[in-house]
């Protein structure tokens, strides 16, 4: 079975990238939970938070400002340098 992944930019020409590998495990990594400001997803984040540290995940939680925007270059830098993954909330 062929899996398609869309991106919901919206790009006209959308670029190729490449997936990377799943981690083996959450042992050890330092997620970030990234809300994007949308109604409940805090709620969302709030259970992936307690089974990511029952796996063994060190949890870090992020806020964007708005939905409507993307997130800051601050805020993107901050991620980039203290996580290993992210997982971004999209709720309503």
Known sequence: ???VL?????????PHRERLPRP???D?????LLDISKPR???FLDRLEHLLT???A????????TFTKPAPVDLRQE??????????ALAD
Do not use: H, N, W
């Open 1 to 3: 079975m062929t899996k």
């Open 6 to 14: 869309l991106d919901p930019t919206g790009e006209r020409s959308v």
């Open 24 to 26: 083996a495990s959450f």
């Open 28 to 32: 050890g990594q330092v997620v970030g």
């Open 41 to 43: 997803g805090d709620v």
């Open 54 to 56: 029952e796996a063994g």
């Open 58 to 65: 060190v949890v870090r939680r992020y806020r964007k400002p």
């Open 79 to 88: 991620i980039a340098t203290q996580c290993t993954l992210v997982i971004e």
